[in-house]
Nanobody
Framework: QVQLVESGGGLVQPGGSLRLSCAAS????????ISWFRRAPGKEREGVGC????????YVEDSVKGRFTISRDNAENTVYLQMDSLKTEDTAVYSC??????????????????WGQGTQVTVSS
């Protein structure tokens, strides 16, 4: 059973926080880069950020810089997306994907080996 499963989504008020998890089963995340994506209502999927496969350097898009943080816990075979100071425009389905590469803003889709199904994040007052 080879899977990536996201969890931790929910409903929060503007300014609130959530921590999303991307947990792997059937393979080890140690040697994979993990990207986070989101798809907002009426929009195409967009990249959120990435953590490198070896040095664990992280990258996030300008729209979430200073608010979102990506981290890895290899013992738990899990990558996290900590989201603080959430805004209504952050409302989206968030998903993760794994591949063997170093993070960049133009990673070919074919380099991703595994994809999760997504978890809903709703930011509303």
């Amino acid at each position: 059973q080879v899977q990536l499963v996201e969890s931790g989504g929910g409903l929060v008020q503007p300014g609130g926080s959530l921590r999303l998890s991307c947990a792997a089963s059937g393979f080890a995340l140690d040697y994979y880069a993990i990207s986070w994506f989101r798809r907002a209502p009426g929009k195409e999927r967009e990249g959120v950020g990435c953590i490198d496969m070896t040095d664990n350097n992280t990258y996030v898009e300008d729209s979430v810089k200073g608010r979102f943080t990506i981290s890895r816990d290899n013992a738990e075979n899990t990558v996290y997306l900590q989201m603080d100071s959430l805004k209504t425009e952050d409302t989206a389905v968030y998903s993760c994907a794994a591949g063997v590469f170093y993070c960049s803003n133009d990673v070919p889709k074919t380099l991703y080996d595994y994809w999760g199904q997504g978890t809903q994040v709703t930011v509303s007052s």
